[in-house]
């Protein structure tokens, strides 16, 4: 058990519509990392949050928003979905070390039909 | 495109047998890590190596960073079933983490 907690585990919803994903860090942690997984695009980074502020984007779509409330837990916004946003979406945190080490949620498995 | 390229992409070997998988990029990083993910979970780090040249052990796995700090490898001496898993691994730089598209490895019984 890595401490980070996400929910929910599975979410099914049709094109057009809108989900919301969420992510509690481990104890401590101040920084929130959402990626996305899908099978021909790998691990790919969405985006960053550290202490409530946007740290760093990856390859977030304008479709995608995210935020950290002030308890540290963050929430992942998609919205307009299409098919292809079907994928695995993981949160990490980290303590802000030099080296980041990232401690991985389960997921959230999307499937958008 | 990824940054860091991660070969092989599949390896399927017989419990006890050796096996190697190799992380390489064009960039320099800070420090490398490497992440296994089991089906339906997510990735959990391993180690994490730092020093050009860095070689550490876990257990059976050995790690290796290159003197460039471009590319790394991770050993398995004498797999077993529960080594299965993908092995990614993930450059460092200015806090950033770059992944590999990883290699999936699959030890037989």
């Known amino acids: 058990d890595s401490g980070v907690t996400q929910t929910p585990k599975h979410l099914i919803t049709a094109t057009g519509q809108r989900v919301t994903l969420r992510c509690s860090p481990r104890?401590?942690?101040?920084?929130v990392y959402w990626y996305q997984q899908s099978l021909d695009q790998g691990l790919q980074f969405l985006i960053q949050y550290y202490n409530g502020e946007e740290r760093a984007k990856g390859n977030i779509l304008e479709r995608f928003s995210a935020q950290q409330f002030p308890d540290l837990h963050s929430e992942l916004n998609l919205s307009s979905l299409e098919l292809g946003d079907s994928a695995l979406y993981f949160c990490?945190?980290?303590?802000?070390?030099?080296?980041?080490?990232?401690?991985f949620g389960p997921g959230t498995r999307l499937t958008v039909l | 495109t990824q940054l860091l390229e991660q070969s092989p992409q599949f390896l399927s070997i017989q419990e006890g047998e050796n096996l190697t998988v190799y992380c390489n990029s064009s960039?320099?990083?800070?420090?490398l890590q490497w992440y296994r993910q089991e089906p339906g979970e997510g990735p959990v780090l391993l180690v994490t190596?730092?020093?050009?040249?860095e070689v550490k052990k876990l257990k059976r796995l050995t790690f290796q960073f290159g003197d460039a700090r471009k590319d790394s490898s991770l050993h398995i001496t004498a797999a077993q079933p529960g080594d299965t898993g993908l092995y990614l691994c993930a450059g460092v730089d200015d806090y950033k983490l770059s992944f590999g598209a990883g290699t999936t490895v699959t030890v037989r019984a």
């Open positions: 190596v730092v020093t050009g040249g």
């Open positions: 960039s320099v990083f800070s420090s």
């Open positions: 104890s401590g942690d101040l920084s």
């Open positions: 990490a945190s980290s303590s802000w070390t030099r080296n980041n080490e990232q401690f």
